[in-house]
């Protein structure tokens, strides 16, 4: 009886001598530390965007890692709350992390002079200030994907486009999640109806977002504009096509922004046929025709496994969250070219990134250009309407007004 | 013996009133003060101990002052809110605003905190007087209510004015706190400046409920009738309560804005008012050493359980992706959440033991087969992929904290404080129990 307890109490302790001998052989490695909602309000996005976070890092570690160095990803989950997210930073700090994943508008906010302090650089794609995209102001933040300034430009340019070349004396419909993420854009907006010479008015949509009867009708009944630009979140954007649709309002007059904009949005509009015509806005390719997509399927397939169905299903935010990690695995890759093969620093890592140019992955990454200025990269953005049971991209990359834009980081810079 | 009393021998109020009765008390708060205010800063000072860990238990601090702040509300005066992270906000507004527009001639640099703390506790208690008015007429559930849509009211107002919030964004940065001209920034400077304001809350609590205002609290709590005829203006001390209640949280919000630099509201919404009521629900309403446990309880456990998870999941976990965990979780919160309320009700102590059992079974059953149906379908040797653990860790995370929640409040509905105090009673007259 003794001897067999002392038997297990020696089996435990090779085991743990195993288990930390383990962790100590991985050395030459660098982490990265990324938050993640996959339980939270915002879980619909979580759920497969960080799966693909991970696949995409698996890919590159299967492929030798960067320069030698393997990648490992450390994920804190915290259900779009801002304290873990504080915490979660110290934590990768603790763990020696050189480039932190922020997720969510709350939480880059509250993390903004922890990462300067720390000289830790992060990346805010699709959510986080606008203003943000100003690298002098804030120089360990960068948005990397269009900003909501930015989309509000493309979105306006695609309705010209759409509208015959003109929008003088042209109505446009701005409807928007009432949170501070969905009033963001109403400047910009603005100052374009003023330039273009279009009229606009904004219809708000309280949290969270599944009851606009009152809206949409007020749109469609008595606005009757030309074009209909919509920013919502969560279940908001199906509940629009619905009502919109309903209306008999023409989907081909609707341009929803990055959030309003995935498969998963359509599928809950009630289907492919009932959002016909419907565009989207997005700061990552859709579908599964790029190289990169593929070769995750090869690792999965050289595996023995499935390929994940989130990369069938949800192709909009799985390509978000490769999207995601190629860039920064991009910056980390040119921070370690410029330190020789030496493990860099955070403060590295940040500088790489204003290096970032010409990384396109296939064609599925925007064609950024980060200069130290411009940690938004040129605010980039592709117009995919659904056609036929999928998404159709129907515009390449495009940028719009950027002089527009320019003058408002400016003006917020003097605030 | 030096901890026990073996009968009553206060010969003064003075020593009835005392607020550690026995000597082993006053021992017990100065080891703890002691451990919080120089061993722990100790250890990490001398590396035994990461500095990761002060961010922890600033963030229990910070939920100190706000959870002590609902505690006399609901705690000690028995009426509920569920509007208190609005008034959080209310706070971390007030000190956005004092510190970016005073002009900084006057204080050679921002509004010092010694002002913009006491000046957001002021407009947070004056905000939640307003909000308390209900309370003169309605009780309970409806009262719960009523605080509900000062939360959304608090909310709208402050994203609907740019006055207050700074603009679009919402959001106001806020430098950071300077002591003596020197800015506090380093995690172990935060970690003592939210330690010395939870301390303060915690014996300013202490003593306000031994109070007269404290008792005329109780009496009200107990029975808000025989309160008015005994003569405690139920009017006054009702507005009073809902004014102190909200101070604490108009503290807890500016303590909050310094310690993350940015005055937001999206840090402040609903989800954190509910966790804030389990909070001292958990910990024990109507006790100080129950709202801290209740605070660490919800601070540190889903950490500790994310930390186990990642660590040791992989062992015993293999390919969890394939589990419709999402499904599975939805199940839980269908038939866990109104068990907990109903667990928390009061009413629900009197049932009766086989009622008590009986639902307990129905909350726990299928937790617990959840739980043990995830571990049993993917149970293997194999090793998860990060992707996997992480997925699971996040899920677990919520279903191991909701069953915790369940368990700890079937085992004494009362919270932690009481748990402890039977612990306790047990061991006062141990071996010698009757």
């Known amino acids: 009886m003794w001897k067999s307890g002392l038997k297990q109490l020696a089996a435990a302790a090779g085991l743990l001598g195993l288990m930390s001998a383990g962790a100590v052989a991985q050395d030459k490695e660098l982490i990265i530390g990324m938050q993640c909602d996959r339980t939270g309000p915002t879980q619909i996005v979580g759920t497969t965007l960080c799966p693909a976070y991970h696949d995409y890092v698996a890919l590159i570690n299967s492929k030798g890692g960067v ?256 999207f995601q990690a190629a860039i920064q695995i991009e910056a980390i890759r040119l921070a370690v070219v410029a330190k020789k093969g030496e493990k860099p620093t955070g403060q590295d890592v940040r500088d790489a990134f204003e290096r970032v140019k010409n990384f396109t992955l296939g064609g599925l990454a925007p064609p950024l250009a980060i200069t130290p200025e411009d940690h938004e990269g040129g605010g980039w953005v592709q117009v995919w309407t659904v056609k036929g049971g999928k998404f159709v991209k129907t515009t390449d990359w495009q940028q719009a007004y950027r002089d527009v834009i320019k003058k408002h980081l400016a003006d917020e810079a003097k605030k | 013996m030096f901890h026990r009393e073996a009968g009553t021998f206060k010969t003064s109020y003075a020593k009835d009133m005392a607020l550690f009765p026995l000597p082993i008390a006053k021992g017990a708060a100065a080891f703890f003060l002691a451990t919080v205010a120089v061993a722990i800063p100790a250890a990490v000072l001398t590396g035994l101990m990461h500095e990761y860990y002060l961010t922890i238990f600033t963030q229990i601090f910070i939920a100190i002052v706000g959870a002590l702040g609902l505690n006399i509300l609901v705690g000690w005066t028995g009426q509920i809110s569920i509007g208190h992270a609005a008034f959080m906000s209310v706070g971390a507004y007030t000190v956005g605003n004092l510190v970016t527009k005073v002009p900084h001639e006057i204080f050679g640099g921002p509004m010092p905190f010694w002002l913009t703390i006491p000046a957001g506790g002021l407009m947070a208690a004056l905000i939640g007087t307003v909000v308390g008015i209900p309370s003169l007429r309605i009780k309970g559930t409806y009262l719960a209510i009523a605080t509900l849509a000062s939360q959304l009211i608090i909310e709208w107002i402050i994203n609907h004015t740019p006055a207050i919030s700074g603009g679009a964004g919402a959001s106001i940065q806020v430098p950071r706190p300077t002591l003596f001209g020197n800015e506090l920034k380093t995690p172990m400077e935060i970690y003592y400046f939210t330690l010395f304001f939870a301390v303060v809350a915690i014996v300013a609590t202490m003593n306000l409920v031994r109070s007269r205002i404290g008792r005329a609290f109780v009496a009200i709590r107990d029975q808000d009738i025989a309160a008015e ?206």
Request: aromatic share 12%; glycine share 10%.
């Open chain 1, 67 to 322: 320069e030698g160095w393997k990648i490992k990803v450390i994920e804190i989950d915290h259900e779009y709350k801002v304290p873990p997210a504080m915490e979660a930073h110290e934590r990768f700090k603790k763990e020696g992390a050189i480039f932190h994943s922020v997720y969510g508008t709350p939480q880059i906010a509250a993390l903004a002079k922890k990462l300067e302090e720390d000289k830790m650089a992060a990346t805010s794609p699709g959510f986080g200030s606008a203003a943000a995209a100003d690298g002098k102001r804030f120089p360990y933040i960068f948005p990397v994907a269009a900003t909501y300034w930015s989309q509000a430009t493309v979105a306006v340019q695609f309705a010209k486009k759409q509208l015959g070349g003109n929008l003088k004396g042209k109505k446009i419909a701005y409807i928007f999640f009432d949170n501070p993420a969905g009033k963001e854009p109403i400047g910009v907006l603005e100052d374009l109806a003023k330039a273009e010479g279009f009229q606009m008015r904004t219809f708000g949509v309280p949290s969270p977002g599944i009851e606009m009867g009152a809206q949409i009708l007020d749109i469609t009944g008595r606005f009757k504009p030309d074009f209909v630009i919509a920013h919502l979140f969560g279940r908001a954007p199906a509940v629009a096509i619905k009502e919109l649709k309903g209306k008999g309002f023409p989907l081909s007059k609707v341009v929803g922004f990055v959030w309003a904009s995935s498969e998963a949005d359509i599928l809950a509009a009630g289907g492919w046929n009932i959002a016909e015509g419907y565009h989207t806005l997005q700061y990552a390719g859709v579908g599964r025709d790029y190289q990169v997509i593929r070769d995750i399927e090869a690792m999965y397939k050289a595996q023995n496994k499935e390929i994940p169905k989130q990369m069938i299903d949800n192709s909009v935010m799985y390509n978000r969250g490769i």
């Open chain 2, 229 to 434: 005829i005994i003569g405690i203006n139920i009017f006054r001390y009702k507005l009073l309560s809902f004014a102190i209640s909200s101070f604490y949280a108009g503290v807890c919000g500016v303590l909050f804005a310094y310690y993350s630099s940015i005055a937001n509201y999206e840090a402040f919404q609903i989800n954190i008012s509910i966790d804030y009521l389990a909070m001292i629900i958990i910990g024990g309403l109507g006790s100080v050493l129950g709202t801290i446990l209740g605070v660490i309880f919800v601070q540190l456990l889903p950490v500790a359980i994310r930390e186990v998870v990642t660590a040791y999941g992989g062992y015993v976990i293999a390919n969890p992706e394939q589990m419709q965990l999402d499904s599975l979780l939805r199940t839980l919160m269908i038939w866990g959440i109104p068990l907990l309320v109903l667990l928390a009700v009061r009413r629900f102590v009197s049932l009766g033991f086989w009622t008590r059992l009986i639902v307990t079974l129905l909350a726990i059953v299928p937790a617990a087969m959840t739980a043990l149906g995830v571990l049993t379908y993917l149970f293997g040797s194999q090793f998860a992929n990060t992707s996997a653990l992480s997925a699971m860790a996040a899920s677990l995370k919520l279903i191991i904290f909701g069953m915790l929640i369940i368990f700890f409040l079937v085992v004494e509905p009362e919270g932690l404080a009481r748990l402890w105090r039977n612990v306790r009673n047990y061991f006062r007259v141990w071996p010698f129990s009757y």
